[in-house]
């Protein structure tokens, strides 16, 4: 038995598992390596090889000869981006075919009724990484006065060399779980451009540390209410508000997994320096550009879209820039957003899970949106004098939003979590299937009431199912 599989099992936890925390954790001691070692080098390729060597060594560490997956799909990226880079159209939708179509063939053929952690993993992020690559790389061929202002900020005039492209497909601290982040960044982190500044070692130890207390209340938490305890019949016999409740903490548990090993590799990235984003309103250096979880938002938010637009942000800002904003020839946002919640849920996988989260997601923030129509066009005008000036009415306020807040997460989570509709449907049922019947009762009342009172002012733009979308309206 291996050394990795003597201590998950000392750790009583999946060797996957272990690695996957080791390879995080790895990218501290790489992060202080280079910054000793390799930044003042002037030859740019020692930098190049030194994180393709440190990111294929994770990968082989995690998967094995399963790293043939990730090398392939580099590959013929890079003979696509120089062999048809003539016919740019060509290349991005040939490019585009072949990474979602091996992504979706991988699916296939090693899922389960878990959320696994195998070679797809990786290769989902690898997937967007190399898309957009390709993207970047046709704007390059155009005009700048026919590209976004964020397109110009992402072009390549001049594709990288294969070396380039695999250290910036397996740059350590990025290549597992993300972040998402365009290779101009790579590209101005290895010529210095932000090295003159300060803070960012502090920055990343802190987000370690949160990184750290974040996984330690997700252990604690699932230790006492583990994803199968929601398929028993114990559960099931739990009166119907502790059987919410319980629901909408394990959701925040299982949220604090993914967010701990997002906060490790964003610690790591902004320890050698990569994450420059300007400076803040006080004139320090923000070492934010790369954050995938808003942390104060995530934790002070009460709504359902609050959620949306604090978790998974770099992924949302990819498909804004390179889905939902490439459809504006559409002329058509519901398509564009159709197209967005279409593309993030194939993404994902086969699961049905996958795609009742999504459509979940997308009439939830729908339904909060109407609703606060409701109240700050016809309640407040009315009632607002009264409502403000009493305390009762205040903490009355808080508690039900919170706590709607906690339940309606535990609902939404359930299909991404449980996959298999055989298992989400059976926890759907155990509490009661309370989140279609709620929303199906507000919309009974509020198309009732337009119909036979008035219509309250529309919304006119559809809600959107990811904070990306909405962001790519700004």
């Known amino acids: 038995m291996e050394l990795s599989e003597r201590l998950a099992g000392m750790a009583g936890v999946p060797v996957e598992a272990f690695r996957l925390l080791v390879t995080l954790i790895a990218g501290y001691p790489i992060a202080a390596i280079y910054r000793k070692l390799i930044v003042d080098l002037e030859n740019k390729a020692l930098h190049h090889l030194f994180f393709a060597f440190c990111g294929l060594s994770l990968c082989y560490f995690n998967y094995g000869k399963d790293t043939y997956h990730s090398l392939l799909a580099i590959s013929v990226t890079f003979v696509l981006v120089h062999l048809l880079r003539g016919a740019p159209h060509l290349m991005l939708g040939v490019n585009f075919v072949f990474h979602m179509g091996y992504l979706l063939l991988g699916y296939y053929f090693t899922a389960s009724n878990e959320y696994d952690i195998l070679w797809t993993m990786p290769h989902c992020i690898l997937t967007l990484r190399m898309i957009g690559f390709g993207f970047d790389v046709a704007d390059g061929l155009k005009p700048v006065s026919k590209l976004s202002k964020e397109q110009s900020e992402t072009a390549l005039k001049h594709p990288p060399s294969f070396l380039q492209l695999l250290a910036y497909a397996y740059f350590p601290s990025g290549f597992l779980v993300g972040p998402q982040f365009p290779y101009r960044r790579y590209q101005n982190f290895t010529n210095g451009d932000f090295r003159q500044y300060e803070g960012c070692v ?65 610690g790591a990235l902004m320890c050698i320096g990569f994450t420059y984003k300007g400076r803040d309103a006080q004139g320090n250096p923000d070492w934010s550009g790369c954050t995938n979880v808003k942390l104060m938002l995530l934790e002070t938010g009460n709504t359902m879209e609050h959620y949306v637009q604090s978790f998974n942000v770099n992924t949302n800002q990819w498909v804004a820039q390179y889905i939902f904003k490439r459809l504006k020839f559409l002329n058509n946002r519901n398509i564009s957003y159709a197209a967005a919640l279409g593309f993030l849920a194939v993404w994902h996988g086969y699961h049905s899970g996958y795609y009742m989260a999504f459509l979940m997601e997308y009439m939830i923030v729908s339904t909060e949106k109407q609703i606060d129509r409701v109240y700050t066009k016809e309640v407040l005008p009315r009632y607002g004098e009264i409502l403000n000036n009493s305390m009762i009415y205040k903490v009355l306020y808080f508690v039900s939003l919170k706590s709607y807040n906690i339940v309606y997460m535990g609902w939404c989570l359930t299909s991404f979590v449980f996959l298999k509709y055989e298992r989400w449907i059976t926890v759907f049922s155990a509490v009661n299937y309370f989140g279609f019947i709620y929303m199906f009762i507000w919309a009974c009342l509020f198309h009732g009431y337009r119909h036979f009172v008035g219509k309250p002012p529309q919304n006119r733009e559809p809600a959107a199912t990811a904070s990306t979308v909405k962001q790519a309206t700004d």
């Open 202 to 266: 502090d920055a990343g130890l802190k987000r370690l540390g949160m990184g750290v207390l974040y996984l330690i209340v997700c252990q604690l938490g699932l230790a006492y209410l583990p994803d199968n305890y929601f398929l028993t019949p114990e559960f099931a016999e739990q009166h119907f508000i502790k059987r919410i409740f319980f629901l909408g903490f394990w959701a925040k548990f299982t949220l604090y997994k993914y967010i701990s090993c997002w906060l490790f590799a964003e």
